[in-house]
């Protein structure tokens, strides 16, 4: 960001934020990928169709069924069709964290609200636990963001602190999480009338 | 009277009519002699070992270890092999399809135009809290690029701000939208737009005034 007198102006850098939600209601899986840039404004969005494995898929993939789906079929699908490749990517399911930092070529966040009060000042990184967990302080105006990475990229988290607390002087970088849901929401009501 | 009651009677009468009474004779038989056997106190020897027992062939090899007891080797042999026709239990091998765990990846661009973005109130957040003279604010939603802003709605079961962006905007500048309520005279709420200031987002605080 550029301050023109006391005001922010959000500049005109190109940064691509990517988005990947994958989720599992009622034996029913789906997911979706939504790119926006620092602003919050889509770039690019789509998700999959429910899926819903027979009884007879169930026994025969037995406890791989929920890592097949989401990680292979699911992230796969959403990943492959995405153009862009985003400075960042941010999902809410740890367990999709190796799987999904395998596939692309920039750090992978887990990105959670954190129930803490905020930290003394604006960029703070707090590190949590073992060291792949972190509070940062990324807006003046918000509880710390809950972060947490693979420990090989745990030596980059003052650079991911420092993006983070500059897209969230135009957005709120949890938000897109609400809209993604909400639109696989209107999907799913879509096919229900169907 | 029986038989023993009148043998008695006349054996009584016997000795007092006629003063006698009656010598018998009770042969001494070779037969009564003891019979001596020649018993043969030589203990039999019998094995104090249970025969081992065969419980399935397939033990004989596991792993390519002899199966064995304490003792010794329980199979020595090797085990019969006998062969089952099955030639009467031939089968329909069906197929299950499992194609149905693929998926494709849906383009929802123009899906997505239509959800809103949200805002939550952050007025709890301000360390100074923002005041304006005759009216009080009741809540700040931030950051809003205001210039891209399409259209707004106040959701009132959620407490949050929906807030529907022109995916063209090339608009920037962030603000709070602060909802604020009147104190003089009749009661009103009206919003009020703020641009966000580098002080805020240097850590510094917040205040509006």
Known sequence: ?194 | MNRSEGGHLLETLKRLFMGRIAVRRFPVSSGRSPEIRNISRRPALRGGIPADRVVISQCFRWRNKAVQTPRRVVFSEKPGIRMLSFSTLDADVRIVPLTGLTVSARNGGALLGSVPHYRANQLAFFREKPVFEGASVLALFTPIIKDGVVRSALDKGSGRLCVWMDPRTKAGQPFHLLLVRRLSGPPSVSWVWLPVSRRENSGGGSSIS
């Not at chain 1, 985003?86 to 799987?99: I, N």
């Not at chain 1, 420990?151 to 002087?169: H, V």
Request: with cysteine; net charge negative; aromatic share 6%.
């Open chain 1, 1 to 194: 960001m550029k301050s023109k007198g006391d005001v922010l102006v959000a500049k005109s850098v190109d940064v691509v934020l990517g988005y990947v939600l994958v989720e599992e209601e009622s034996g029913s899986f789906r997911g979706a990928v939504l790119l926006t840039d620092h602003r919050g404004i889509p770039r690019d969005f789509r998700y999959t169709d429910p899926i819903s494995p027979s009884r007879v898929e169930k026994v025969l993939y037995g406890g791989a069924l929920d890592v097949y789906l989401k990680e292979e079929v699911i992230l796969g699908s959403l990943l492959g069709a995405v153009e862009l490749r985003p400075a960042l990517w941010f999902c809410r399911d740890r367990e999709l964290l190796r799987s999904f930092r395998s596939r692309v070529s920039s750090p992978v966040l887990v990105l959670q609200e954190s129930p803490h009060a905020p930290l003394d000042h604006v960029g703070e990184v707090l590190p949590q636990g073992e060291g792949s967990v972190f509070l940062v302080q990324a807006s003046p105006l918000a509880a710390p963001l809950r972060v947490e990475l693979l420990k090989e990229d745990g030596a980059r988290i003052q650079d991911m602190a420092s993006t983070l607390q500059q897209i969230t002087e135009t957005m709120d970088p949890l938000e897109p999480f609400s809209r993604m849901r909400k639109a696989l929401q209107i999907v799913g009501e879509g096919q229900e009338n169907a």
